[in-house]
């Protein structure tokens, strides 16, 4: 009988505290997205969705406040400070540029990162186990990630000797990739060619050195701004005739041939946990950074006829998904 009594006292401290929440004053935090707002609606749902399950509803007691970067770094310091005027309870940031701009602007709001290469290396945290500061959240593995991208890429394409690497040089994080794909490049006996740009308006320049540097194969490497203009990346390696590899399956779904990495729409369900402990009282020092667990290679098979390309079948057997 006693049990009955706890575990009865327990599910009404639950609802008690649910109800309390929704009937009190709205909770308010800001997210800043780098890219633009019709490129980011499913990671939005997504969150949104994660909210819902602790008892959080947008518009009634959750206010959020959108910020977008539209594939533009430099706009991010203004909007990242004009967020943390709003004295939000926490501020989520979509990639490292965006990340950084956060972490730039206050040492005192929390901060929930989501979609960040290498936290430890760009200076958002000390340590993915205890973070240290204000800021958490969660890591894509960008170093090591490009790393294993690169492997693929020039097992499942045949015949790579020179691939080129597009970088944003706004983005901290690309060098630290750089780095890494360069050691693995020794190792695989391939050229490595980092191509760097600014902004949307360089791809063409980019892929004219591409061409001019000899490249017969490609690496995106993860960023707010190239997936914010994914459509127009992949236009150019088609007239390039080049195979490329992405970071997620959002650039296949829209054309591009390849990716492998986690499936980032999960990435803001989770970043809702992140939110929901914060907004309890949880310090995001003592909060440890969330790396994913699962991977997943998607192939496009329609891109790879585009580019001249037949993807062998021990290949395809490799794949979770194949969009034909």
Request: net charge positive; glycine share 8%; aromatic share 6%.
């Amino acid at each position: 009988m006693s049990g009955l009594i706890i575990l009865t006292g327990c599910i009404l401290i639950f609802i008690s505290s649910v109800d309390a929440r929704q009937a009190g004053q709205a909770r308010r935090i800001g997210i800043l997205w780098g890219g633009m707002p019709v490129q980011v609606q499913h990671f939005q749902e997504a969150f949104a969705q994660g909210l819902r399950r602790f008892g959080y509803s947008v518009g009634q007691n959750m206010i959020i406040e959108n910020r977008y970067g539209e594939g533009k770094s430099q706009r991010l310091v203004a909007l990242a400070a004009e967020l943390a005027d709003l004295t939000p309870e926490a501020i989520v940031a979509s990639g490292t540029p965006a990340a950084l701009a956060v972490k730039n602007t206050t040492n005192t709001i929390p901060i929930v990162f989501v979609n960040v290469g290498d936290p430890v290396n760009s200076g958002l945290v000390k340590t993915l186990a205890r973070p240290g500061g204000n800021a958490t959240g969660l890591s894509l593995r960008a170093p090591e990630l490009s790393a294993k991208r690169l492997e693929l890429l020039t097992d499942y394409v045949r015949g790579i000797s020179n691939v080129a690497v597009l970088t944003n040089a706004t983005n901290d994080s690309h060098k630290h990739n750089i780095g890494e794909l360069q050691r693995v490049a020794k190792t695989l006996k391939v050229g490595l060619q980092p191509i760097e740009v600014e902004g949307p308006d360089e791809f063409e320049r980019a892929f004219a050195e591409m061409t001019r540097e000899r490249a017969n194969a490609l690496m995106v490497l993860p960023d707010a701004m190239f997936f914010s203009r994914r459509s127009r990346i992949i236009q150019l390696a088609v007239s390039a005739r080049l195979p490329v590899m992405y970071t997620h399956r959002g650039y296949v779904e829209a054309g591009g041939l390849m990716a492998y990495g986690p499936n980032e729409v999960n990435f803001y369900g989770r970043a809702a946990i992140y939110v929901d402990r914060i907004l309890r009282g949880a310090k995001p020092a003592e909060l440890p950074v969330e790396r994913p667990l699962r991977l997943e290679l998607i192939i496009n098979l329609k891109a790879a006829r585009e580019v001249g390309l037949a993807v062998p079948p021990e290949v395809l057997q490799h794949a979770n998904e194949i969009l034909k």
